[in-house]
């Protein structure tokens, strides 16, 4: 079973330009998660999307992050304008459902993101 | 809000000894409990998992036990290896997820 894909791997950017990552979750996956993980801290979840649905955005700072899930399969991140502080890796996960807490959430590789 | 500390590290042990991190949670309902581990330059990924009040996870050597009285879901392994060398992130699931901030263990031939 193919795991969790997400492109870019690596990043790097000037502070004021705009970047976008992708990530394919794994097939029949109903809710896909996007996480921030700045270096030495734990992940803090982005947005989660259920199907094409926004469940949960509440930390996504919406002035500069935007996120979309057409189709309700994959799903793409934006930034614009990045700044200094965006510096991290932004982790994709997929999980069979959301409403059962037991659910499993499968990760991708990340995409490590440099903002000069 | 709901909020998962674990002991900080870095955490730096001989191989075949005993490993302990200490998790403890905040949590407003009955959550779900999890340790994930993520390898150097990989994705994180489940370690184990405790559904209920009691219930022990275990994988791969590793065990804890979700301790409702304490709120705590301490990781343990009886003899660590150098292949288990990580950083362990210990979370819980409350419909959303939290997690910690992660603890790197260093072991050491």
């Known amino acids: 079973e193919a795991g969790v894909a997400q492109s870019p791997r690596y990043k790097i950017i000037e502070k004021r330009q705009s970047v976008a990552f992708w990530c394919n979750p794994i097939?029949?996956?109903?809710?896909l998660y996007w996480y921030q993980q700045i270096l030495g801290q734990g992940p803090k979840l982005l947005i989660q999307?259920?199907?094409?649905?926004?469940?949960?955005d509440s930390q996504l700072p919406k002035d500069r992050f935007s996120a979309e899930r057409l189709k309700g399969v994959d799903s793409t991140l934006k930034i614009q304008p990045a700044k200094l502080e965006d510096s991290a890796v932004y982790l994709c996960?997929?999980?069979?459902?959301?409403?059962?807490?037991?659910?499993?959430?499968?990760f991708g590789p990340g995409t490590r993101l440099t903002v000069l | 809000g709901d909020s998962v500390t674990q002991m900080e590290g870095p955490v730096t042990l001989s191989e075949e000894a005993f490993l302990t991190i200490n998790c403890t949670y905040t949590?407003?309902?009955?959550?779900?409990l999890f340790w994930y581990v993520q390898y150097p330059g990989e994705g994180l990924q489940l370690l184990l998992k405790?559904?209920?009040?009691?219930d022990k996870g275990s994988n791969k050597g590793f065990e804890a036990t979700y301790r409702k009285e304490t709120t705590s879901f301490h990781l343990e392994k009886g003899s660590v290896q150098v292949s288990d060398s990580a950083v362990y992130f210990c979370?819980?699931?409350?419909?959303?997820?939290?997690f910690g901030s992660g603890t790197k263990l260093n072991v050491k031939p």
């Open positions: 979370a819980l699931s409350d419909n959303k997820f939290y």
């Open positions: 996960a997929s999980s069979l459902g959301t409403s059962g807490r037991a659910y499993e959430q499968f």
């Open positions: 097939s029949g996956h109903a809710t």
């Open positions: 405790a559904t209920k009040a009691d």
């Open positions: 949590a407003t309902g009955y959550p779900s």
């Open positions: 999307f259920q199907n094409n649905g926004v469940v949960d």
